[in-house]
């Protein structure tokens, strides 16, 4: 258990809907990434913030976004949902924002856009 | 974009033989980490090694980083089937990456009893 929780583990939703998935970061971590796993892509990273901060961005689509919260959990917003956002994904967390931290992943959620 | 390639895609070993997987990458590094997934399960972190490192251990696990090549290896020892799963190398460009992680596409390891 890395101590990454993200919720739901599972949904299946249909085209053109918006869902929200939930990361609440290990204790005392104040760095949250949200990381897109898909078959023809990989592992793709998403965004990243910083207590409360957006820090970096990667190849995330505009339907897509996320904030961080005063108490850091996080949540990552999908919205006009198309097929091929099914994939599963990822919150992960770090102690600090720099290079060089280990940084932990949760189990993911799973989204099916039927 | 993948900024690390794995070596091989597949592996297959019987459990008690070693397992090594190799991952290059194209730019420089901060650090390099590895990680494990199960099948559609999350990712568990190995380990973390810094450019300024030439190898680490932990338990059964040896990495090694060889910056002027820009390639990483991790073998594991006297594998067991618990070791079947997809193994990520991760890397981390420091500076203004803020610690965000470019994976590669994985090895597939599986270990027969």
């Known amino acids: 258990d890395s101590g990454v929780t993200q919720t739901p583990k599972h949904l299946i939703t249909a085209t053109g809907q918006r869902v929200t998935l939930r990361c609440s970061p290990r204790?005392?971590?104040?760095?949250v990434y949200w990381y897109q796993q898909s078959l023809d892509q990989g592992l793709q990273f998403l965004i990243q913030?910083?207590?409360?901060?957006?820090?970096a961005k990667g190849n995330i689509l505009e339907r897509f976004s996320a904030q961080q919260f005063p108490d850091l959990h996080s949540e990552l917003n999908l919205s006009s949902l198309e097929l091929g956002d099914s994939a599963l994904y990822f919150c992960?967390?770090?102690?600090?924002?720099?290079?060089?931290?280990?940084?932990?992943f949760g189990e993911g959620s799973w989204l099916t856009v039927v | 974009s993948q900024q690390g390639e794995e070596d091989p895609q597949a592996l297959s070993i019987q459990e008690g033989e070693n397992a090594t997987m190799n991952c290059s990458y194209k730019?420089?590094?901060?650090?390099l980490q590895w990680y494990r997934q199960n099948s559609g399960r999350g990712l568990v972190h190995l380990i973390l090694?810094?450019?300024?490192?030439r190898e680490k251990h932990s338990g059964r696990l040896r990495v090694t980083l060889d910056t002027s090549k820009k390639s990483s290896s991790l073998l594991i020892t006297a594998s067991r089937a618990a070791d079947t799963a997809s193994y990520f190398c991760?890397?981390?460009?420091?500076?203004?990456?803020?610690?965000?992680?470019?994976f590669g596409q994985g090895t597939i390891l599986t270990v027969h009893p």
């Open positions: 992960a967390s770090s102690v600090r924002q720099g290079s060089g931290n280990t940084i932990y």
């Open positions: 204790s005392g971590d104040l760095s």
């Open positions: 913030y910083y207590n409360g901060e957006e820090r």
């Open positions: 730019t420089s590094i901060n650090n």
């Open positions: 090694i810094r450019s300024n490192e």
């Open positions: 991760a890397t981390d460009a420091g500076g203004t990456s803020y610690g965000k992680l470019t």
